[in-house]
């Protein structure tokens, strides 16, 4: 790794610890995991970061470029479009690690305060992305939802139930079922038929 001043090299190990929990999981990934990746001795993580605070910034990094990339970053786009893509993508394959994170930081946090912090921010974040989402829909016409706030709630508890049973090794719900079973309850919430 070339000598970096201090920023950089802290945004470097920030990205190597968000690939290294997004491959293991929170609970799996080591330090030693980040500063391999990194090709770095294992002092140097220290001297920029705790172990704690190393993997509650990256989960935060992860899962707000996921928020950004799915909702927020799609201010342009039609909200049934956006809200539709988030339902049909919401059990892909590709999603199973971002759940495992989500998950893992829920039960990891009530012995991690940092981690436990990140998880709660994070969750507030994906909240308001998906109330303003669903405001903007009624304003626009395109459903109605008076309560955006609340119905955002109301979805997310099913999103991350349904992820959770879907993680299960061989859960007797499919991911289509899941898929589904989303699409019921969002449209429930937004007013349109099933």
């Excluded at 994070?122 to 309560?147: E, F, K, Y």
Aim: charged share 20%; net charge negative.
């Amino acid at each position: 790794m070339p000598r970096l001043k201090g920023a950089d090299r802290r945004t470097q190990i920030l990205e190597a610890a968000e690939r290294v929990i997004l491959h293991k999981g929170l609970a799996a990934a080591t330090t030693r995991d980040v500063t391999s990746d990194l090709g770095v001795a294992a002092g140097l993580l220290a001297h920029y970061f705790s172990w704690s605070a190393l993997r509650a910034a990256a989960f935060s990094r992860v899962v707000v470029a996921d928020i950004d990339q799915s909702v927020t970053g799609r201010s342009r786009d039609a909200p049934d479009t956006v809200l539709s893509d988030l339902v049909d993508g919401a059990f892909s394959a590709e999603a199973d690690a971002l759940w495992r994170l989500w998950l893992e930081a829920t039960e990891m946090g009530a012995s991690d305060a940092l981690l436990a912090e990140a998880a709660s921010e994070a969750t507030d974040r994906w909240h308001g992305a998906l109330s303003d989402l669903l405001a903007r829909g009624h304003s626009d016409g395109v459903w109605t939802c008076p309560t955006p706030h609340e119905s955002s709630w109301r979805i997310i508890a099913i999103l991350l139930g349904l992820a959770g049973l879907c993680l299960i090794p061989g859960s007797p719900l499919s991911r289509d079922a899941a898929t589904h079973h989303l699409r019921i309850a969002v449209r429930h919430e937004c007013g349109l038929s099933a």
